[in-house]
């Protein structure tokens, strides 16, 4: 993984810069990955982190319809909602492949924390579905994300720089 540092680290910066102006993370898998959408939601907000309780939600257990929006303009309805939800704003969190259906709400906002399974697509980490570490790989990529969080949150990590 230390190979890709340089396409890991911007990426981090910024999802981890919006946690910490209070923004919302949304998370979204496909579903061979609902596992792990699931593990983050059970690990991110651990008590014994002594941090603050942090804002993160499975979209698809606020807005179960997801997988039926194709338009446009329900996507539309769908930002209107999350936009009145969540003022001080939301990012959406996207772990999967690039041409699922889930794509089209994470892929419209510019603040989104993609991890692309199998494919190359601008501002995303890129994982390969075949890879027999792939597992492992997003554990050791959410537990090196939750540190860098609870780093910047108790200053020993300055993003700025």
Do not use: C
Request: proline share 5%; aromatic share 14%.
């Amino acid at each position: 993984m230390e190979e890709y540092r340089y396409e890991w680290a911007p990426l981090v910066k910024s999802a981890v810069s919006q946690v910490l102006e209070g923004k919302t993370v949304l998370i979204i898998t496909d579903e061979p990955r609902r596992w792990f959408g699931k593990y983050i939601l059970s690990r991110v907000n651990e008590l014994q982190k002594n941090r603050p309780l942090l804002p993160f939600y499975q979209l698809t257990d606020i807005f179960p319809n997801l997988q039926n929006l194709t338009s446009a303009q329900e996507l539309q309805l769908l930002e209107d909602m999350l936009d009145i939800s969540y003022p001080n704003g939301y990012y959406i969190w996207y772990i999967g492949k690039g041409g699922h259906p889930f794509t089209k709400e994470a892929y419209r906002n510019d603040d989104s924390f993609l991890w692309i399974m199998d494919e190359e697509v601008q501002n995303s980490f890129s994982l390969r579905s075949s890879d027999p570490l792939l597992d492992i790989k997003l554990l050791q990529l959410y537990k090196l994300f939750d540190m860098t969080i609870s780093e910047a949150l108790f200053g020993d990590l300055d993003l700025e720089s």
